[in-house]
């Protein structure tokens, strides 16, 4: 395969760019042509392609976002909308595609690997709810942006004697939640994939108080329901001078972090491997450590996201 290109797609991560650099140095390194598709689907339909050089991804490894910017086109989930995309990729000469993106974007790369393009996915989303990989871009940063809000968070509540709810993101997953509670000692986490007691929660803060403590933090996962509703249940239990922060996008903003441009990197230039191989249909995970290639069909179909949940009774037992 001697011309590619690459696009990002649905919600942006930090760590993108890192990946879009990979693909395209990687890719000139090996003697291709490699394109740079603006705006996801929805660029790729309207034909906003440009060849790119070493030069176009400088400076960019630090960057948070995406400069190839991301769209949300659901027309890129019908026939019409996928064979209007292939037109193009024929008008450029493109002979493999990556995709950037979370599982939205995976279907849209099936789609055009059925239609004969063969197209790599990675796992680009801070939320980390993409089955088949340990982690995704973006999730790295995210976690290290909520730490630094928690520890923040903690000074305030310390000196208030107040109870803080903590809304995360992770859509309908618990990883961020779990990862930046445990790392930040908050008292409590709430996640999708656990059941919690509300009476329960608020036992446990009336035995911290007993016990001396002076603030509770309780990360609460966005999948769950919102910090006001949860703080509004929570006060059927008692007064427990309860404060909510809603961290919102701030969480998807921000230069990664080292772990997550090595990630970048890393699957950024093994899917140029895959492709000069002439294989698609493919989505790159990160596996005990090990780059793995899953099919996408099987990932999307069979395989479930789940997070660490280990995380959680650790933390029951270390953070009290
Ligand atoms: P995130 O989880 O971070 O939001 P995502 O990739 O799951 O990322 P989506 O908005 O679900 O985000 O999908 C991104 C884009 O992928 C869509 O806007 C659309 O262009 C394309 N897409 C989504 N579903 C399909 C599908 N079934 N077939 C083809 N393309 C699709």
């Given at each position: 395969m001697k011309r590619i290109a690459v696009l990002t797609s649905g919600g942006d991560a930090p760590g993108m760019n890192a990946a879009v650099r990979a693909v395209v140095r990687k890719g000139l390194y090996e003697g291709m042509e490699v394109y740079g598709i603006n705006y996801g689907y929805a660029g790729l339909v309207a034909g906003d392609i440009r060849k790119m050089h070493?030069?176009?991804?400088?400076?960019?490894?630090?960057?948070?976002?995406?400069?190839l910017y991301s769209a949300r086109y659901p027309?890129?989930?019908t026939e019409e909308g996928q064979l209007k995309g292939i037109e193009q990729l024929k008008k450029f000469g493109i002979e493999g595609l990556v995709v950037i993106g979370g599982d939205g974007s995976y279907r849209g790369a099936l789609a055009l690997t059925k239609h004969g393009y063969p197209t790599i996915g990675l796992p680009g989303t801070i939320?980390?709810?993409?089955?088949?990989?340990d982690f995704c871009i973006g999730f790295d940063t995210a976690i290290n942006t909520v730490l630094d809000s928690l520890d923040k968070i903690r000074d305030t509540a310390t000196s208030h004697v107040r109870t803080f709810i903590v809304e995360v993101m992770g859509r309908n997953a618990g990883d961020i939640a779990l990862w930046a509670g445990v790392a930040g000692g908050a008292e409590q986490i709430i996640i999708p994939e656990k059941e919690f007691d509300m009476s329960e929660v608020a036992e446990e803060i009336r035995k911290g108080r007993e016990r001396g403590k002076k603030h509770t933090i309780i990360v609460l996962a966005e999948g769950v329901m919102k910090g006001n509703e949860f703080a509004d249940k929570l006060y059927e239990y008692g007064d427990f001078h309860q404060r909510v922060t809603v961290l919102g996008h701030?969480?998807?903003?921000?230069s990664p972090t080292a772990r997550d441009r090595v990630l970048a990197s890393k699957f950024g230039a093994t899917a140029v491997d895959m492709l000069k191989d002439e294989k698609g249909g493919l989505c790159l995970g990160l596996v005990n450590n090990q780059i793995v290639a899953n099919d996408i069909i099987e990932t999307l179909g069979k395989k479930k996201h789940m997070p660490d949940v280990s995380l959680y009774q650790l933390n029951k037992e270390i953070s009290y």
């Open positions: 070493r030069r176009d991804v400088g400076d960019l490894i630090s960057r948070g976002g995406t400069f027309e890129f989930a939320d980390n709810d993409i089955a088949g990989t701030v969480q998807r903003g921000g």
